[in-house]
């Protein structure tokens, strides 16, 4: 899996203090998501996705086999 985030919230200029507050999770664990350390559950995904406006599928895609 290969998120998005980062490029995400360069291009729209979203703050990862802002987001993480905005969704209820912590700016370390909203960090290590953006960054590939960690794989958000189901429900924390979803708010992501939500808070974006965008598809889950839009901002992690799968890798090619």
Do not use: H
């Not at 993480?20 to 664990?29: L, M, T, V």
């Not at 996705?49 to 090619?64: F, G, H, P, R, S």
């Amino acid at each position: 899996m290969k998120c998005k985030l980062k490029v995400i919230f360069a291009e729209r200029d979203i703050k990862q203090r802002d987001f993480a507050k905005d969704i209820g999770i912590s700016e370390g664990a909203l960090g290590l998501i953006k960054n590939q350390k960690s794989i958000p559950t189901l429900p924390v995904a979803m708010k992501i996705a939500k808070k974006l406006n965008m598809y889950i599928e839009e901002i992690w895609i799968e890798n090619d086999q």
